[in-house]
T-cell receptor
Framework: GENVEQHPSTLSVQEGDSAVIKCTYS??????FPWYKQELGKGPQLIID?????GEKKDQRIAVTLNKTAKHFSLHITETQPEDSAVYFC???????????FGAGTRLTVKP | EAQVTQNPRYLITVTGKKLTVTCSQN?????MSWYRQDPGLGLRQIYY???????DKGDVPEGYKVSRKEKRNFPLILESPSPNQTSLYFC????????????FGPGTRLTVT
């Protein structure tokens, strides 16, 4: 069926290391790929997104890469800090339903 | 301040007792939706609305109802709650369903005993 697969489900890194979270999608027509960060006790919040006309987008320590051929996109966080600890969700559109589908989430823990 | 508000934030109820969770946005967004979040399952869409009086089922609509009588409000109704509806619920809004940031509310933690 139409879904978004996200890996890993949990990720633990040492402060200062990099973290990478990967997602795959099935709708080849998808052209918008956001990443959301959910801090404890709060709703998800958009941190970065990418559209299919580019392969990479950066915003300070956060970057997203997109491989449309392979239908996967990844979130990269460099120089991780304890405040990066949160649950991260990827999402992709499914045009048959005209909505966004979310991955199952990745719980990132950054150890001081 | 642009925001999505939900009430209540926490609710403990009993099986079969009708309840409503309210959702309101102040950004004049066309699109609103409800999600439930369960461990290991991510965010699953319950219902969504493309505009006033236009609603449609998401992935997990069974046991829920919604209405969109005004653009800013999108309440979630559980006519006869059951324990398997114990979950964390989020309302979200965006200008349009695809290609635009979704703004999420703070969440409503519901427990049905």
């Amino acid at each position: 069926g139409e879904n978004v697969e996200q890996h890993p489900s949990t990720l633990s890194v040492q402060e200062g290391d990099s973290a990478v979270i990967k997602c795959t999608y099935s709708d080849s027509a998808s052209n918008y790929f956001p990443w959301y960060k959910q801090e404890l006790g709060k709703g998800p919040q958009l941190i970065i997104d990418i559209r299919s006309n580019v392969g990479e987008k950066k915003d300070q320590r956060i970057a997203v890469t997109l491989n449309k051929t392979a239908k996967h996109f990844s979130l990269h966080i460099t120089e991780t800090q304890p405040e990066d600890s949160a649950v991260y969700f990827c999402a992709a559109p499914f045009y048959n339903n005209n909505d966004m589908r979310f991955g199952a989430g990745t719980r990132l823990t950054v150890k001081p | 301040e642009a925001q999505v508000t939900q009430n209540p934030r926490y609710l403990i109820t009993v099986t079969g007792k009708k309840l409503t969770v309210t959702c309101s946005q102040n950004m004049n967004h066309e699109y609103m939706s409800w999600y439930r979040q369960d461990p290991g399952l991510g965010l699953r869409q319950i219902y969504y609305s493309m505009n006033v009086e236009v609603t449609d089922k998401g992935d997990v609509p069974e046991g829920y109802k919604v209405s969109r009588k005004e653009k800013r409000n999108f309440p979630l109704i559980l006519e006869s709650p059951s324990p398997n509806q114990t979950s964390l619920y989020f309302c979200a809004s965006s200008l349009y369903p695809i290609g635009y940031e979704q703004y999420f509310g703070p969440g409503t933690r519901l427990t049905v005993t």
